[in-house]
Nanobody, 118 residues
Framework: QVQVVESGGGLVQPGGSLRLSCAAS????????MGWYRQAPGKQREFVAI???????NYADSMKGRFTISRDNAKNTVYLQMNSLKPEDTADYYC????????????WGQGTQVTVSS
């Protein structure tokens, strides 16, 4: 059974930092692109960042320089370090696992809530 579980969300003040974690099980982790997406209230889900199995990362333009995605293949875990947070970063953050060779193997976590507010 595949499980993708996010953690690390919470309330943070503007300008603060948070580190999200996503642990995946039931998959061959090294064969998956791992990504983060977010969905703000009343808005569509949007891409945040993605990382390949060998560590090549790509970011949405609005996150470049503030967010860093990384992964630990030994721990089957992907991270999202978020710095200089803004109120507009408030959203539910979702982890995604996408098989590099078979895109039908596409798994989502339940999300973790991030609120940026003073």
């Amino acid at each position: 059974q595949v499980q993708v579980v996010e953690s690390g969300g919470g309330l943070v003040q503007p300008g603060g930092s948070l580190r999200l974690s996503c642990a995946a099980s039931g998959i061959s982790f090294s064969l998956y692109f791992m990504g983060w997406y977010r969905q703000a209230p009343g808005k569509q889900r949007e891409f945040v960042a993605i990382i390949t199995s060998d560590g090549v990362a790509n970011y949405a333009d609005s996150m470049k320089g503030r967010f860093t995605i990384s992964r630990d293949n030994a721990k089957n875990t992907v991270y999202l370090q978020m710095n200089s947070l803004k109120p507009e970063d408030t959203a539910d953050y979702y982890c995604n696992a996408l098989n590099q060779r078979n895109t039908r193997l596409n798994y989502w976590g339940q999300g973790t809530q991030v609120t940026v507010s003073s």
